[in-house]
């Protein structure tokens, strides 16, 4: 079973950048296609970015597409959230989440693990 650990969440003013972390172990890391979620209060977790188990192709939702981007360290065991020109509708918690195989994945329910998330919250 592969665990995952979230990091790099925080405060961020408008226009800011951020990068988030999520660190697995207890598992063959490249044996997972990775994806990102997150969830701000009262609505349900969505889709942000997923990647393949090599890194060669990755998908993003429409409303970060162009300013987030996926990415992943295999001999780090580690998936990476890139954030840019954050706007305060992208405050939320943010997960990461692993799915056995190959491939990239839209839905929460495709996923086999999650993160416990990191809060990033967008304001002045």
């Known amino acids: 079973q592969v665990q995952l650990v979230e990091s790099g969440g925080g405060l961020v003013q408008p226009g800011g950048s951020s990068r988030l972390s999520c660190a697995a172990s207890?598992?063959?890391?490249?044996?997972?296609?990775m994806g990102w979620f997150r969830q701000a209060p009262g609505l349900e977790r969505e889709f942000v970015a997923a990647?393949?188990?090599?890194?060669?192709?990755?998908y993003s939702a429409d409303s970060v597409k162009g300013r987030f981007t996926i990415s992943r360290d295999n001999a780090k065991n580690t998936v990476y959230l890139q954030m840019n020109s954050l706007k305060p509708e992208d405050t939320a918690v943010y997960y990461c989440?692993?799915?056995?195989?190959?491939?990239?994945?839209?839905?929460?329910?495709?996923?086999?693990?999650w993160g416990r998330g990191t809060q990033v919250t967008v304001s002045v």
């Open positions: 207890r598992g063959i890391f490249s044996m997972y296609a």
């Open positions: 989440a692993a799915k056995y195989g190959d491939g990239w994945y839209r839905r929460t329910y495709e996923y086999d693990y």
């Open positions: 990647i393949t188990r090599s890194g060669g192709l990755s």
